[in-house]
């Protein structure tokens, strides 16, 4: 009797065993499987919260790239204008260098672009002092500056008595309208004449290296006593362009 009943509580304890083995492993499994769950939930959370970051980065970076690349674009654009417009300046400006460069006297029968060396031709730029003296038959008319030289016309009702050398007009020969002086109505300017010099490069090929223009200037028989100041001007561009000037003194000498 003893004995059945100790083999039916040792039977009982070993179902609770059993029963409570087998409930222990189930809630084990299930237990595992919420914190594995768990923890790929977190780290796809993380990789996401990641991965967005990155992207934000990525687009930063991108339009970083963007903005710097319309930098260098900008940059390139101005540094090919520049050099354009510097150009066209100097091109457009390159006129304004015009400038009387010799004086000579008006019996140099043939007047050739090239003055410099002649005897009778001063070989300087302006501005030239002029002392022109009067009598009722001459004009005696002498360059004071520096290694001038005179020169004696006879009176018509209007004497030639210098040629002037301006230069360069090889970039506005086309464009020229007048040239003219201010200062006196004793004197004035007669017809021009362009004159192109040419020069050879090393292989020998001629080439215009400039144009003068020459420019006769006359006096009239009338001219009073006095002292005038005469300025020289080129109208091309529809502008004036200054040249130069003379100061000349006028002495009557009469017997």
Known sequence: MRASRFFLLLGIIVVLLFAFYFFYTLLSKSYKFSIRDFWSKSTEMKETKGNTSTG??????????IKTNESISQS???????????????????????????????????????????RKCLNAPSPYNILIEKNSTHFK??????????ETFEINDSVLIYFLF?????T???????????????????????????????????????????????????????????????????????????KIEVIAKYK
């Open 76 to 118: 390139n654009e101005t540094s090919i204008v520049s050099p354009a417009l510097t150009t066209q300046q100097k091109n457009y400006t390159k006129p304004l260098t015009l400038k009387i460069v010799d004086i000579c006297s008006g019996k140099f029968e043939n007047v050739f672009s090239i003055s410099e060396g002649t």
């Open 141 to 150: 008319a002498s360059i004071l500056n520096e290694n001038g030289f005179d």
């Open 56 to 65: 934000k980065e990525a687009i930063g970076t991108k339009n970083e790239s």
């Open 166 to 170: 301006a230069e360069d007009v090889a």
């Open 172 to 246: 506005i020969s086309k464009e020229i309208e007048k040239i003219y002086l201010e200062g006196s109505d004793y004197f004035f300017l007669g017809n021009y004449e362009l004159q192109t010099i040419w020069e050879a490069d090393s292989s020998g090929n001629l080439y215009i290296s400039k144009m003068i223009v020459v420019l006769p200037l006359y006096v009239k028989k009338e001219i009073e006593a006095g002292n005038y100041t005469l300025t020289f001007y080129l109208s091309a561009l529809n502008r004036a362009f200054y040249l130069g000037e003379t």
